[in-house]
């Protein structure tokens, strides 16, 4: 059993799995907490294990578990570990109101914090790991966890998930990036996880205030450049990026206005990351 | 079996002081049984309602504000597809009857607070089914993906159209022309429970008579099959015994309507789980007026299954037996909706389309 703390999350893992123990041993090393401690509160409950019996041996599975429950279907086994990231990042979703949510990475730099929403493919995890790498605190690669009453950004801080090509473009970026194994063949693609910095882990409980929001795209052939977005069209795009956002109803409307008043906003066009890394550094000179 | 005064969750409902009480892996098992049993809302709003909401740790309470944010947005959606069920049944005079948990949300009853349905379900004179059906069509609702069988089968046997969901907006709505389906030998006449119906707010949408809310209520849950929702089930019928229960005379007039429309078998069992689970205070010479007689070896039998599946739908909450009394309820749910030359095709059917993947659910 693991208890693993992801403030603001408690997360409780039961797996026997080896590939996920190593992995969460690793990716999460830490962020692992002690089980001599009786007085436990747990926010999300999950298993990850064989569903059956029968096919331990043919066509090996894994299932998800959340107390008991299975909102999926099996995978096969040897994404066992991307289907805990993947199921941690639904739980989360579905279960938290009380934040908006949105679909985003978030990194931060003096105190200045940059939401990077993602459609897929567009290039925000590799971003995300490119500035990471270059000295900018993790807040979260999945989700930007926003608190309702004072738009502080919240860290979630968890590894960063990086699909394909992005494996090998970060890894050349960075020497000292640190991956899990590669998972091939998932419903994504390859998958593999870069683990936070360590700066990133002792500051996981430092909220952060919003400074920008960059809507990023990755383009081969164009050159590195920041366009000045329209805050409407930002708003709308950052609406159709969350979670939550119909759940919260009209509280939603109004703080995504409040959110995108008080930030910059910006689209960005980039191919190379080294460009991309000095852009943002002088962002934050700047300002 | 796990006894109900074992259960955290049931404790917190019976005597919500005891929530002071808690350690925290004590709150985190609490949780997990109210998310289980659909009811985290409903505990929420009931340890507000009794000022304990103050004293509710701070992992614990984030999971009560998540989910009374969410059951706001909920009962606003509800309204506004009420308005809009109803807009399509105002064209061709048809009356809105609300059943169910739209009702008790309608009435402001205790137990529509912090309730979730999936479904809108709804009452509609069988003369006016028709019709009805065709003003849902054109206002965009449509039947899920159903086969000739299944539709006819509905048309046929059952009490309700087959489900309809709207194109745009993803909501389900039953429209039901009776309570139980036509084949049940316990099947009510539906125009006993249409003249009774009640307008709580002035706004052009009925519920059935508080009594007949209860009969109801007590008959989805006895007579039915599904026991994921059942702790949550009989929990709404020990809300409305307590509310109702206010009323002047309130017991004598609902074991007279037992009576009237042929439902003192539902009413005694929604007593008697009732009572047995959350402790609801029903006077003993009510209990002891219920027009029935169970044999002792019957009520034993009754009680062995049905305490179990009542429990919340949470591991904890479970022995070695749950899962068989709940399948045994299953079976019996069919047993009790058809008779058997009917039954066994119609299983024998549903079986065959699960083996060959057929099926849709």
Redesign the interface.
């Known amino acids: 059993m693991f208890y693993i703390s992801i403030p603001p999350f408690d997360v409780q893992l039961e797996t026997d799995i080896p590939a996920v123990i190593n992995s969460i041993n690793n990716m999460y090393q830490y962020s692992l907490k002690p089980m001599e401690d009786t007085e436990k509160f747990s926010d999300f409950h999950i298993k990850i294990a064989s569903p059956s019996r029968i096919r331990k041996h043919y066509r090996p599975q894994v299932q998800f578990y959340i107390d008991g429950k299975t909102p999926f279907k099996p995978l096969p086994l040897s994404q066992a570990f991307p289907f805990f990231e993947w199921g941690l990042n639904w739980c989360i979703a579905s279960h938290t109101y009380q934040y908006l949510l949105l679909h985003a990475a978030v990194v931060e730099k003096d105190n200045k914090a940059l939401i990077l929403p993602g459609y897929p493919g567009a290039g925000k995890s590799t971003l995300c790991a490119a500035l990471v790498s270059s000295g900018w605190r993790l807040l979260s690669d999945e989700m930007a966890v926003i608190d309702t009453k004072t738009l502080e950004l919240i860290p979630v801080v968890r590894p960063i998930s990086l699909k394909n090509e992005s494996i090998k473009v970060i890894s050349e970026f960075s020497a000292s990036a640190e991956f899990g194994e590669s998972f091939l063949d998932t419903a994504k693609g390859t998958v593999a996880h870069m683990k936070p910095s360590k700066q990133s882990f002792i500051q996981r409980i430092q909220r952060a205030k919003l400074k920008w929001v960059v809507f990023p795209r990755y383009l081969a052939t164009k050159p590195t450049q920041l366009i000045e977005k329209e805050k409407g069209e930002a708003l709308i795009e950052l609406a159709e990026n969350s979670f939550n956002y119909n759940v919260l109803g009209s509280q939603g409307f109004n703080l995504l206005c409040d959110l995108v008043a008080s930030a910059q906003c910006y689209k960005f066009e980039y191919s190379c990351l080294d460009e991309a890394v000095d852009l943002f550094q002088s962002l934050v000179e700047e300002n | 079996m796990v006894a109900p005064n074992k259960i955290v969750l049931i404790n917190a409902f019976v005597h919500p002081d005891i929530v002071l009480t808690l ?3 004590e ?2 098992l609490l949780v ?1 049984q109210a ?2 049993a659909g009811v985290l809302a409903r505990l929420a709003l009931l340890l507000k309602a009794k000022g304990l909401y103050e004293k509710v ?1 701070e ?2 309470l ?2 009560f ?3 009374i ?2 059951i ?2 909920f009962t ?1 959606t509800v309204q506004w597809e009420l308005y809009l069920i109803q807009k399509a049944l105002n064209k061709h005079n048809i009356p809105l009857i609300l059943l169910k948990g739209a009702a008790y949300v309608q009435a402001d009853n205790d137990a529509g607070k912090g309730r979730l349905f999936s479904d809108i379900d709804i009452l509609v004179k069988k003369e006016q089914l028709q019709v009805a059906e065709k003003a849902f069509s054109n206002h965009g609702w449509l039947f899920e993906k159903l086969d000739k069988y299944d539709q006819e089968y509905y048309r046929k046997w059952m009490h309700e159209l087959p489900p309809m969901r709207h194109f745009k907006r993803g909501t389900n709505l039953d429209v039901h022309h009776n309570i139980l389906p036509l084949t049940s030998h316990k099947c009510p006449n539906a125009d006993k429970l249409l003249a009774n119906l009640v307008q709580e707010k002035g706004d052009g949408i009925w519920v059935l008579a508080a009594e007949d809310r209860i009969l109801h209520s007590a008959i989805h849950l006895f007579y039915g099959g599904e026991f994921e929702h059942g702790f949550r089930d009989v929990s709404d019928l020990d809300l409305l015994f307590r509310e109702f229960s206010k009323n002047k005379r309130f017991w004598h007039k609902l074991l007279e309507r037992a009576v009237e429309i042929e439902q003192s078998e539902a009413l005694y069992y929604a007593f008697r789980y009732s009572k047995l689970i959350f402790n609801t205070p029903i006077p003993e010479e009510v209990l002891d007026s219920v027009d029935i007689s169970f044999s002792v070896s019957r009520r034993a039998i009754m009680d062995f299954l049905l305490i179990r599946a009542l429990m919340p739908d ?2 904890s909450c479970d022995d070695q037996w749950t899962g068989f009394s709940r399948w045994v309820l299953y079976v019996r749910s069919h047993w009790l909706r058809m008779p058997m030359y009917l039954l066994v095709p119609h299983l024998l059917r549903k079986s065959w389309m699960r083996v060959t993947g057929k099926a849709e659910h």
Do not use: C, V
């Open positions: 350690n925290l892996s709150w985190d997990r998310r289980s740790p992992k614990p984030n999971h504000n998540s989910a944010i969410y706001e947005q606003y949470h591991d």
